[in-house]
């Protein structure tokens, strides 16, 4: 009997507290609703807090009103400095810093400080997979255009900006510097193979202590010996120095894992130099922004509000020859579409796409002012979007093959083309991925 009247008063307790809860949750949510009490100003953080957004159709439509409208809320919370300063307070209890990780760290290997004269073969690199092959675009901003996603690793959230955290493999590496190589030797005669390696923001703008402690591998070293292993038919162009110099500048997105158009044209700079070419100054194009983007950090750190406070820029270079192409959906459709697009119309998650119209298999530009028969063909993913428009003024014909989505093979479409430069250009997270290593396979051999 005592038994079953201990439990009586167990189930009651519990039954009390679930009340007590909820009407406590209740009471939180009627005064969050109270306009009157909610700050517009934190002393805590020296700034002005989230307005509540203006309505129109257009932004409810694409999606922007109800994220500003949560962002205003979240950031407007009544007796919001009173609450960051008690989690502020429990936060040091449990020994947690003003930094957060989302996902799985996974430790590089070490990174050999010479290749010994090794030059990397695709002798035993393994063959595409049947999972690299059946890739597909992720889904349309509006009408064709796909919106680049790639999720390849661990997100560090420091402050009000996003890092991607990269870790070494060296058989990956080797891989795919034996892919360049491959294609370097086969089209021998034919045309000349560049490769750049893009550092993310993390091997370049997070200061070295920082990076040690988190244990993310050294971009710089990484980048070194992958180009030590390609052989000498291949013209590398080392951009990070060049990137490095830079590092105070705009040059990556804090909410996004792609560098901005500013750090595309710095590796466009190198580009030339290795090249021969002479690159145009910054005032050459005419240049627009759009604000306003939160981009993969964002939604990666589960809509981090550090993130949220300070949206990016997309800053736009336009090229000047022509702002025309064409690119040929997954379903092989050719639409005609902008080189840098408008895209102050649209969403906070989709204004990377500015760039040649986000991640097709294949684009097609054509320089009215050149009849020389020059042309270039990009090997990119995402990352090479944003480069593109420099090339613009540099030949009679720009082409750009996304290896995850194009259907067919390089050598071909090189003397179909009469192409004189392939340029691959690959962000380091996609050098150490075997999906993307494999689609290079395929389009290659």
Known sequence: MRRRERKRIIERTDILKSVLFFFVMAIGAIVALIIPLRPTTSEIEKRDLAKFPAFSLQSFIDGEYLTAVDTWYSDTFPFRET??????????FNGIGSVQI???VKKGDEIPTSAEGKVATLADTPSET???????????????????????????????AGYELYSFGKNMSEQYAAVVNYAADMLSGTADVYDIIIPNSTGVVLPEKIRSEIGTSDQKEAMNYMFSVMNDKVRKVNIYDTLYEHKGEYIYFRTDHHWTQLGAYYAYTKYCEVKGLT?????????????????????????????AKTPDTVEAYYPKATNDMIYVDKNGKEVKWSI???????????????????DNPLVKITNPELKDGSACVVIKESYGNAFVPFLVDHY????????????????????????KDVIFINNIMATGTSLRINDLIRITK
Do not use: M
């Open 102 to 104: 989302h996902g799985s």
């Open 130 to 160: 049947e999972e690299s092959s059946s890739a597909a675009p992720s889904s349309s901003v509006e009408e064709d255009v796909n919106i680049p996603t790639q999720k390849l690793g661990p997100v560090f959230v420091a402050g009000n």
């Open 396 to 419: 009679n014909y720009v082409y750009v093959i996304d290896y995850r989505y194009y259907k067919g093979k390089l050598k071909d479409f090189v003397t179909e083309n009469k192409v």
């Open 83 to 92: 609450l960051i300063g008690a989690n502020s307070v429990l936060q040091g």
């Open 279 to 307: 690159a145009k100054p910054k005032e050459f194009y005419e240049k627009q922004d759009y604000p306003g983007f939160l981009g993969s950090f964002y939604a990666d750190s589960g809509k981090a509000p550090e993130l």
């Open 340 to 358: 840098v697009s408008d895209v102050s119309g649209w969403g906070t998650s989709t204004k990377y796409s500015a760039f040649i119209g986000g």
